[in-house]
């Protein structure tokens, strides 16, 4: 059984600094492409980065670049989402998603996502 769960969210200043995990279960995340969403409140959901299974290669969605990185440790099979300098425009539930799809990644569009965690929340405010 496939299994996503995020944890790692909570409140943080602005600028602050804050790492997201996701724990994968029943599948392996150097065997997917996995990734990062977010959904603010009254806004739809958005791809925030991702890892290509075909290639490793990693994208970003450009308000996040430079102060966002992802990342997997394959031994323990989770997905990590380091945040820093965040900013209150960054407050949204937190996604993490995987797809056996080699040459989707997870992050523009949905469609090829097959598993999704249930979130976990981001506020950032003073």
């Known amino acids: 059984q496939v299994q996503l769960v995020e944890s790692g969210g909570g409140l943080v200043q602005p600028g602050g600094s804050l790492r997201l995990s996701c724990a994968a279960s029943g599948f392996t995340l150097d065997g997917a492409g996995v990734g990062w969403y977010r959904q603010a409140p009254g806004k739809e959901r958005e791809g925030v980065a991702c890892?290509?299974?075909?290639?490793?290669?990693?994208d970003y969605l450009n308000s996040v670049k430079g102060r966002f990185t992802i990342s997997r440790d394959v031994t323990k099979n989770v997905l990590y989402l380091q945040m820093t300098n965040v900013k209150p425009e960054d407050t949204a539930v937190y996604y993490c998603a995987a797809t056996s799809n080699s040459n989707f990644c997870p992050r523009v569009g949905d469609q090829w996502v097959e598993y999704w965690g249930k979130g976990t929340l981001v506020t950032v405010s003073s």
């Open positions: 890892i290509k299974r075909s290639d490793s290669l990693t």
